[in-house]
């Protein structure tokens, strides 16, 4: 058997009468050392048990063996009485015919019982939608400096133009839309990228949109959303922690 060795070395060890040696001691049998004898903690003279327990086992009776057996036996009765099939409602392990009757109940209970449902359904999944911008934006050329009285209350607040905001748009200020027309409208807004940094979410139980940007945007972003909703009343700039800034 051959055994292929590769050395590697350092440039300042580049001696060729030192580097056979250093392969040598590379594939030199590694040290080993005798174990040491074990020695057990207790005395052992080899005829009898270090550990003794002071008490004998417990004796079982024949009935009480005979007992254990039947008590036994009647729990694997149960756990087999206890056992079901797991395809037995499901439609897809269901003849034709039997699907078919199944589907027609089901609909018919769906029916009676889609009152309640629809209403708690609805309530759930429409509570809160969200809608988000692309990262980049192809409009932020057209961003004018905030205005004076923006730029003074954010020296007062000691706020970031990075800062995180929200307009609110309540629906009193819709014009005869609905609130969910209003929130059609600016999804198609936001899906065109239209709106640098922005990410949107409508609160219906409390009948408002929220839509979220960068304060650097906040006056292009609400005269925008002004305009392309024909929104008729104010709407506030909200930062978290510090209430309503600046309203338009």
């Given amino acids: 058997m051959t055994t292929e060795i590769i050395l590697h070395y350092r440039p300042y060890e580049s001696d060729p009468t030192q580097l056979p040696k250093i392969a040598e001691k590379a594939i030199q049998d ?72 199944l589907m027609q109940s089901y609909t018919l209970d769906g029916q009676t019982d889609s009152g309640n449902l629809d209403k708690q359904s609805e309530e759930r999944h429409k509570r809160r939608s969200w809608s988000v911008s692309l990262p980049n934006s192809n409009c932020t050329g057209k961003i004018l400096p905030l205005s004076k009285k923006l730029q ?43 709106l640098p940094s922005c990410n949107a979410t409508i609160q219906r139980h409390l009948g408002q949109i929220w839509v979220f940007c960068d304060i650097m945007y906040c006056e292009y972003v609400g005269n925008l959303i002004k305009r392309r909703l024909a929104l008729t009343g104010k709407i506030n700039l909200f930062v978290h922690k510090y209430g309503v800034i600046f309203s338009m």
């Fill in 152 to 194: 003074d209350s954010l020296k007062a607040l000691n706020l970031h133009s990075l800062y995180r905001a929200r307009w609110t748009i309540e629906h009193t200020i819709c014009d005869h839309q609905t609130l969910e027309d209003i929130w059609a409208k600016l999804n198609q807004i936001i899906r065109h990228n239209e």
């Fill in 30 to 101: 590694f040290p080993t050392r005798p174990l040491s004898r074990f020695i057990p903690w207790f005395p052992y003279d080899g005829s009898k048990f270090p550990v003794k327990p002071k008490r004998s086992p417990p004796v079982i009776s024949g009935e009480a063996i005979e007992d254990v057996k039947q008590s036994l036996t009647s729990s694997e009765q149960d756990v087999k009485s206890q056992s079901y099939d797991c395809t037995v409602d499901l439609l897809e392990f269901q003849p034709r015919l039997k699907k078919q009757h």
